[in-house]
T-cell receptor, first 115, second 115 residues
């Protein structure tokens, strides 16, 4: 089954404690992306990746890091989480621009609370 | 830059009634248009998309949307809704060129179907 998986689905942590949210896709997609969803602000892109070892900032990258060492994985790293990073996070993947455009597939979301 | 406006934050409707969820966008470049649905406690699923061709697009569960370039709109409609259509609906656009396949999102419309 084609899917994007995220772990953990729920996480409560404290300010300053480093954490990683994993994202994995099994569709051999080149493009992957992270969004956060906040009430009144909608979904905003954090980082994206065009391929292995190719990453770039989205609209709200501050306080986050990503890596793309393998095609299937795109972890989101919070080195020193703060309460304003409490949010619902979604990972997405899709084909590259070279192919005809297809939908982006989204993971189930990770609800993060930073105390 | 692009922006998306969903004109109604909440739409209550009775079962079997018709519904229209409105979406307007602005963009200086050509875009692809999407409607995504988010059921309670679930991730985002693509409902339908407009890439090119016929301006009327349909989903498998009875929704349709019409791309109106002159009015820069992409309203979502269903002639008869079911209880199971209760969900959050998001309109999104993506520039159809460039490296970043970022989706720019509206704030969502909460559709509540009542018996």
């Amino acid at each position: 089954e084609a899917q994007v998986t995220q772990n953990p689905r729920y996480l409560i942590t404290v300010t300053g404690k480093k954490l990683t949210v994993t994202c994995s896709q099994n569709m051999n997609h080149e493009y992957m992306s992270w969004y956060r969803q906040d009430p009144g602000l909608g979904l905003r892109q954090i980082y994206y990746s065009m391929n292995v070892e190719v990453t770039d900032k989205g609209d709200v990258p501050e306080g986050y890091k990503v890596s793309r060492k393998e095609k299937r994985n795109f972890p989101l790293i919070l080195e020193s989480p703060s309460p304003n990073q409490t949010s619902l996070y979604f990972c997405a993947s899709g084909e590259s621009w070279g192919a005809s455009y297809n939908e982006q597939f989204f993971g189930p979301g990770t609800r993060l609370t930073v105390l | 830059a692009q922006s998306v406006t969903q004109l109604d934050s909440q739409v209550p409707v009775f079962e079997e009634a018709p519904v229209e969820l409105r979406c307007n966008y602005s963009s200086s470049v050509s875009v692809y248009l999407f409607w995504y649905v988010q059921y309670p406690n679930q991730g985002l699923q693509l409902l339908l998309k407009y890439l090119s061709g016929s301006t009327l697009v349909e989903s498998i569960n009875g929704f349709e949307a019409e791309f109106n370039k002159s009015q820069t709109s992409f309203h979502l409609r269903k002639p008869s809704v079911h209880i199971s259509d209760t969900a959050e609906y998001f309109c999104a656009v993506s520039p159809n060129a460039g490296n970043n396949r970022k989706l720019i999102w509206g704030l969502g419309t909460s559709l509540a179907v009542n018996p």
